[in-house]
């Protein structure tokens, strides 16, 4: 275990930015979100929350699988290898990171998405405690230890004020450590009390927050029954059909694959897609959910019920975002509720 | 505001009592203080848990669109900038004004939880009432005051409208707001001031934090197509790549269809997740459409022409460069 | 994948000259789709088109895109070869690498790129457009007249003859118009009267052709061949079918302060009258504005002597719907408005008139009858000045811009009748300039100046003092550059003629154009001088511009031919690109219907099944007959539900793509 | 993280050729055009013309599509207000662009990049001077980056 100062938080880096591409919680605007480290920009790991989860870093909103070249009537395609260098990404809350883990359930089980496992491979992935939750979080529901380094992330960290505590779990979480360990110095005792009496402290404030209750084994019953459930005529009322909600949503990893058609030549590419949206899954005969009650059902459905028939686990890591985001203030947290009957 | 929750309660039970409508949109209290919703009502004992208080922000209007598809009658309640999209969506043709019982709500304006937050008072938060022109934050340790123009949303600072326009029954008093004209374009003029390039860079910085989510249409009380053209992937004009290009593209569009039926609520800045203010491209088409064909605020007077559904011969002419001749 | 042929038009050198044929062949060869290329030296002789048909039918070509001139030129040549091929006509595509290529640009290298970036262009069209087909709608065997004058009755009368109906619609109580006012006409000086009342006649008892005299246009429905005219029959108060036109009524009528319209103001009428002795028809009307049983509700004394019991007070404005296959507007022309020209005191002094007052002033049926007399004391004249181009050929913004064209002539012809019966009043015309182009119009002038002694001075009228009983005239003799000071006794003003002041609402109603003088617009100013923008509506007369009788005469027949041909086909063939509405997509605002110039979208009530439900839904409908193609609606519609056959948003996007290439 | 390459690929602007898209209506300024033509008035050939029956036919969305594209300048070109074939057609062509040359200029796009003219059948030499003068103001603002879609190859 090591630790790294804070003042040393400027040289870490620029240190780590030459051999790797840095992803870090950036303040813009007064808004944090996960971005490519330059020189000059704020970082604020102080923030719990960034906006917009730092999925895009492994799973891009835009990624071209392959470029197009017409001379004449012959058409040349040219796949696209992903030329970025090995990344780090920095600062990764608990949540977030099991939410790699359940967005890797999908890409990297046979078939397996090649573009995604090589992005994936490229990168380590540093966790920080929540030493403050907030009071939307509800990560605890789906047993996640925000004070714990989830599992899968490369190196866990801990914030203890001055420094953070910084714990390699992984061989490439070692190879990062052994890299930098110029600039860190090794835990001390009373460094690893501090930890622990940190850890406490949150176990303890996340059973006083205020959706701490919230448990999705509620929704009891066969699939059937859920999915003919009255509720959802009830509670996609007011939904706007937006996908504010699934595209801040850490663990929604739904795609779409389209054409940019560029004359003589072009690209296909993928992009993020939303349930939400009048056109997914669009297909020839038309579209299989075409009203908004269907489609709210669908994302709800998904994440409570098919993904874990098919994986073992929930699809929500009970970040809170869309808590915060959606416009008309619906979200999981309602719908596990009232699937479990509260109302 | 409690007492005219009490009324706005009583109101909803007793039309739905004796049969005025089958249906009533309110607002219902969520897990936090800031969590007022949309709900609707079908049942008197339902009517028990509607609420009036400072974070009924979302606008009931356009709901009617998919409710009226029903045949049933509705009773809404509507602020003053969502009456004007009531009206905005009366001119669209896409309600019914006959199915529709219209509960107005003059609003004392709205709390912004995100101002909450930032001022740091969030934090054990219970509750939040206002009173008159302040605001009480209530936590376990006790109550603060403080002036309710500081937490106001953006929008709401500038609303010229806060009574409702259209109503068939109005719940309180006529409220009155001081707000000048002078602030409603200041943020499209400091805009204005800068060169092209400046500009250029202060959108692109904005619209390239743009995640295609569609919040911003889909709240829009404007944007009530049944199919959005970029929705439609047969019209060829939109793509969802991440492309700075093609948000600029949305952006701009969105505005220009809106252009003199935007009804000003401030909405598409309220839900963008990234905090894109699109309210000033709007205020700018605003600001231009007094400027040279007169004041026309959407939503007020539904008998009006929409600027851009009408002319006038000696419209202003910004492109003639040279002297008609040479024939 | 389309198969599209690509022919390439050298014209000669004139395109040849400037843009590489062959390098334009290699590129539209490489174009996805095209698969065959040709070129030939003229596209449009018969071996060119025989080259394109051959070709499409050879190579089984499914679209053809013709690199030439404009397709003003020859599109309609190129469309015609395709169809003779079997080729829908509305597949063919015209890149146009002449006056938009080779004409205008020298670099030889620059041209050859752009013409190959216009082929690619139209390739790119081409490859979307799909096959129309025009429809056909009937046409109404009956016509419209809008005004009742000389034009108007000239056009009815022979669209009459050639055996269709005809209705002319007139705004005052009887047709003759303007004509009906002149005392004699140029350059023959035959009795205006003399000419035109038996045609006036004719057309009252022709059988073909039936009056709205006291009606205006209400409103404009339709589309050529099939107008729909509401026409507003003003309440005259009398019952034309009992009134024999005795004249009882207008005798009787004790008031008699209205300023009767006919004679210009110079003398008065009853509040029941007839227009003048002429009238056709020749049934009274009550102005209601001055009769005393309208204002007081006393009176009524004509309802009490009509032998035939005629008098209806209640009577009520009435609406007629008729459908016109063909419409034709000839509502004349008025004089300015003097008030503004201070320097006359034509508003202060009665003996300071205008042309028109003098045209009553000299008619041996006028106040006077026929006596030249000052109008503020009745006494003979000595001197007579005319100003002409009072208001015309005037940059300000009292005047106009154009030449009114009739008053050099009728000048000369007020002077000829002044000398003609009194030759020793003395006349002075000051002129700008003298514009006598006509059969016989210059001789006729000349004869003023020679034979009758007219002084002609060229230069404007600086002031008109009244001086005791005279006025004095201020001028400026421009030749000897001597300012002259005439004692006239009276001063007759050209006052510049213009466009009726609700020409432009009436044009509106008919959805055709004006200009800026607010005459209304032919379709084109040399090669279609009586059509309209608008199909089956024509132009007769003044309204379309300064004119005098003989061409007034001459157009209403043009007119008139032009409206017997529409009327004749019996059937039309419409613009097949016209908009089209996506009604899944359609939301039923409607703004489109607002913004149409014809009309032609309408909102209809459709069934949708939604959710297994069948739900009622509004959406818009395009009437095809109606539809001009604009595509302005096509831009109203944010959804793009709205969409022009021939334009699609796709195939102009297309277009952009290919051009950015 | 978008799919851009952060930079366009810089053109060299001393060999810059602009490319300028003109949307002209077929009963004024396409014929206008042609009159250019017959009366062999020069002007670029980096002017390049799609035809529209109308300018009212010109959607808001043509127009953003072509700077999408790497045009350099747009121009609509329409008959002369109160001449319109359609009557009224390009009095809504005013209005519309009005609004929308304000929006463009308001996100940061140069006056000079789009025009809206008046050019009438007669008017050869007014399509040939607007032409020029359009060409030569977008040459000296040189490419056009702003709203340009970098994965088109032009």
Not at chain 1, 93 to 118: G, H, M, Q, T, W
Not at chain 3, 292 to 297: A, C, D, E, S, V
Not at chain 3, 386 to 399: A, P
Not at chain 4, 111 to 140: C, T, Y
Request: glycine content about 6%; hydrophobic content about 35%; overall charge neutral.
């Amino acid at each position: 275990m090591k630790v790294l100062k804070k003042e040393k938080f400027p040289q870490i880096w620029q240190a780590i930015n030459q051999a790797y591409e840095l992803y870090l919680p950036i303040e813009k605007d007064d808004r944090v979100n996960f971005a490519q480290w330059t020189e000059g920009e704020t970082v604020n790991l102080e923030a719990l929350k960034t906006e917009i989860s730092p999925k895009d870093v492994i799973f891009p909103q835009s990624e071209t699988y392959l470029k197009f070249e017409s001379d004449g009537k012959k058409l040349q395609l040219e796949s696209v290898e992903s030329e970025n260098r090995e990344y780090v990404l920095f600062g990764v809350r608990s949540c977030d990171a099991v939410s790699f883990n359940l967005i890797d359930n999908v890409f990297l089980r046979e078939p397996i998405d090649r573009l995604y496992e090589k992005r994936r491979n490229k990168g380590t992935i540093v966790s920080l405690a929540c030493s403050e939750p907030e009071e939307n979080c509800f990560c605890s529901s789906f047993q996640i230890k925000p004070e714990e380094a989830s599992p899968g992330v490369d190196v866990a960290a801990w914030d203890l004020g001055d420094k953070i505590l910084w714990k390699p779990v992984t061989e490439k979480g070692q190879v990062l450590t052994q890299k930098f360990a110029q600039l860190m110095e090794d835990a001390s005792q009373q460094d690893q009390e501090e930890l622990i009496k940190l850890q406490n402290a949150i176990k303890e404030k996340v059973k006083e927050l205020p959706l701490a209750s919230v448990d999705p084994k509620v929704i009891k019953g066969e699939l059937k029954e859920i999915f003919e459930s009255k509720v959802w005529d009830e509670l996609s009322q007011s939904c706007l059909g937006c996908g504010a909600c699934t595209y801040i949503c850490p663990t929604c990893h739904c795609y779409d694959i389209q054409d940019f058609a560029g004359g003589n030549c072009g690209e296909r590419f993928r992009c993020w897609d939303s349930c939400m949206f009048s056109e997914f899954t669009l297909m020839a005969h038309g579209n299989p959910r075409t009203t908004q009650k269907q489609r709210f059902r669908q994302r709800f459905m998904h994440k409570l019920v098919y993904y874990p028939n098919n994986h073992g686990s929930y699809a929500c890591v009970g970040c809170g975002r869309c808590i915060e985001k959606c416009p008309v203030n619906m979200n999981i947290v309602k719908v596990i509720k009232r699937l479990g009957g509260e109302g | 505001m409690e007492k005219i929750a009490n009324k706005v309660r009583e109101t909803a039970r007793l039309a739905l009592a004796n049969g005025e409508v089958n249906k009533i949109l309110g607002w219902k209290k969520g897990d936090f203080w800031y969590d007022s919703y949309p709900a609707f009502i079908t049942e008197e004992e339902g009517t028990a848990s509607l609420i009036w208080d400072s974070f009924c922000v979302a606008n009931l209007s356009k709901y009617l669109i998919e409710q009226l598809k029903e045949d049933i009658k509705v009773g809404v309640f509507l602020k003053g900038c969502d009456a004007r999209a009531f009206n905005q969506l009366l001119k669209d043709n896409r309600v019914d004004r006959d199915k529709v019982v219209i509960y107005g709500l003059p609003c004392p304006g709205m709390i912004d939880p995100e101002k909450v937050k930032k001022a740091g008072l969030a934090k054990g938060l219970l509750d939040v009432q206002k009173s008159e022109d302040e605001v009480v934050f209530i936590t376990k340790e006790g109550e603060q005051k403080f002036s309710a123009r500081e937490f106001a949303y953006d929008k709401c600072l500038t609303c010229q409208y806060p009574n409702p326009v259209v109503y068939d029954e109005l719940l309180a008093e006529e409220v009155e707001r001081n707000n000048t004209t002078e602030y409603f374009y200041q943020d499209v003029e400091e805009i204005e001031k800068m060169s092209p390039d400046e500009r250029f860079a202060y959108w692109v910085e904005q619209f390239s934090k743009c995640i295609r989510c569609n919040a911003c249409r889909n709240v829009c009380p404007a944007c009530s197509c049944e199919k959005c053209i970029f929705d439609n992937s047969k019209a060829n004009v939109a793509g969802k790549a991440k492309v700075d290009s093609e948000e600029q593209f949305f952006h701009i569009v969105r505005a220009y269809h809106v252009a003199g039926r935007c009804v000003d609520c401030g909405e598409c800045s309220r839900v963008c997740p990234v905090g894109i203010p699109l309210a000033k491209l709007n205020r700018k088409i605003i600001k231009d459409i007094t400027e040279f064909y007169g004041e026309h605020n959407a939503g007020v007077n539904p008998s009006l022409d929409a600027p851009l559904e009408t002319f006038k011969l000696e419209d202003i002419d910004p492109f003639e460069t040279r002297a008609k001749g040479g024939k | 994948m389309q198969r599209i042929g690509v022919f390439v038009c050298w014209c000669g050198t004139n395109i040849a000259g400037t843009v590489d044929i062959d390098q334009v062949k290699q590129a539209a060869e490489k174009i996805p789709g095209v698969v065959n290329v040709q070129d030939y030296q003229y596209m449009c002789s018969e071996v060119g088109q025989n080259l394109i048909k051959n070709a499409i039918k050879e190579q089984k070509l499914d679209r053809v895109v013709i690199a030439s001139c404009s397709p003003r030129m020859h599109e309609a040549t190129f469309r015609k070869a395709a169809k003779s091929a079997g080729l829908n006509p509305y597949l063919v595509e015209i890149a146009n690498i002449r006056e938009q290529c080779s004409w205008v640009h020298k670099n030889k290298e620059e041209a050859t790129e752009k013409a190959i970036a216009l082929v690619r262009a139209a390739v790119a069209k081409a490859t979307l457009n799909t096959e129309l087909v025009p429809g056909e709608i009937g046409v109404e065997p009956r016509a419209l007249e809008i005004g009742g004058g000389i034009a108007g009755i000239q056009t009815a009368l022979d669209i009459a003859e050639a055996g269709y109906k005809v209705d002319i619609i007139e705004k005052t109580p009887s047709i003759g118009g303007k004509m009906a006012q002149i005392d004699k006409t140029f350059p023959t000086l035959d009795c205006s009267a003399c000419i035109l009342t038996p045609k006036m006649v004719d057309a009252s008892t022709h059988p073909n052709i039936n009056l709205y005299t006291y009606s205006e246009v209400e409103a404009v429905q339709g589309y050529v061949g099939n107008f729909e005219v509401t026409i507003r029959q003003k309440a005259r108060s009398v019952n034309a079918d009992k009134c024999t036109g005795c004249g009882i009524c207008t005798d009787k009528c004790p008031s008699k302060k209205a300023e009767s319209e006919f004679d210009e103001g110079l003398r008065k009428r009853g509040a029941i009258y007839i227009p003048f002795p002429q009238a056709v028809p020749n049934v009274p009307v009550i102005d209601r504005e001055e009769c005393l049983k309208f204002k007081t509700g006393k009176c009524g004394l004509c309802e009490r002597v009509c032998p035939s019991g005629a008098i209806e007070f209640n009577q009520e404005d009435t609406l007629v719907t008729q459908k016109y296959g063909a419409i034709v507007v000839a509502t004349g022309y008025d004089l300015i408005n003097l008030d503004k020209f201070g320097e006359y005191p034509y508003t202060e002094h009665p003996d300071v008139i205008t042309s028109l007052e003098f045209e009553r002033l000299t008619s041996a049926a006028g106040p006077t009858a026929g006596k030249f007399l000052r109008p503020s004391n009745g006494n003979k004249p000595k001197k007579v000045v005319f100003v002409q181009c009072v208001g015309s050929r005037d940059k300000s913004s009292r005047g106009k811009t154009y030449c009114s064209k009739i008053c050099c002539m009728y000048t000369a012809k007020h002077a000829m009748l002044i000398k003609e019966k009194y030759p020793e009043i003395e006349v002075y015309v000051f002129y700008i300039d003298v514009r006598t182009p006509g059969k016989n119009f210059d001789e006729f002038q000349r004869r003023a100046v020679e034979e009758y002694g007219v002084n002609y001075i060229k230069g404007m009228v600086g002031k008109v003092f009244p001086e005791g009983d005279k006025l004095q005239v201020h001028g400026v003799d421009a030749l000897s550059s001597e300012t002259l000071i005439i004692d006239a006794d009276m001063v007759v003003l050209a006052a510049a003629t213009k466009a009726k002041d609700d020409a432009q609402e009436l044009g509106r109603k008919l959805s055709i154009s004006t200009d800026a003088n607010n005459f209304f617009t032919e379709a084109h100013p040399k090669l279609r001088p009586v059509e309209t923008h608008s199909a089956g509506i024509y132009l007769a007369g003044a309204c379309q511009g300064p004119k005098d009788i003989p061409e007034t005469v001459a157009q209403s027949s043009a007119a008139a031919a032009k409206a017997i041909g529409l009327l004749n086909k019996g059937k039309l063939v419409n613009n097949p690109c016209v908009s089209q509405v996506d009604e899944q997509i359609c939301s039923g605002c409607l703004a489109c219907t607002k913004m149409c110039p014809y009309e032609a979208i309408s909102s209809q009530v459709i069934e949708v099944k939604e959710q297994g439900k069948i739900v009622k839904k509004t959406v818009a409908h395009v009437n095809e007959a109606l539809c001009q193609g604009c595509g302005g609606c096509t831009v109203t519609c944010r959804a793009g539900a709205l969409d022009l056959k021939g334009f699609m948003n796709r195939q102009i996007l297309a277009e952009v793509d290919a051009i950015c290439l | 993280m978008s799919l851009e390459n952060k930079q366009i690929s810089s053109e060299n602007t001393s060999n810059f050729k602009p490319l300028i898209v003109a949307f002209c209506c077929n009963w004024c300024s396409y014929a206008g055009a042609d009159l250019a033509g017959t009366s062999r008035l020069n002007y670029p050939a980096n002017v390049k013309i799609i035809k529209v029956p109308c300018s009212c036919r010109v959607n808001p969305n043509f127009v953003l599509r072509a700077f999408q594209r790497g045009a350099d300048g747009v121009v609509i070109a329409g008959c002369h207000p109160g001449d319109c074939h359609y009557t009224s057609g390009n009095y809504y062509t005013r209005r519309r662009f009005t609004l929308m040359k304000n929006l463009l200029e308001y996100v940061g796009l140069e006056p000079e990049r789009f025009k809206v003219d008046w050019i009438s059948a007669g008017e050869g030499n007014k399509f040939a001077a607007v032409m020029n003068e359009a060409l030569e103001q977008v040459h000296k603002l040189g490419p056009n980056r702003k709203l340009r879609d970098a994965r088109w190859k032009r």
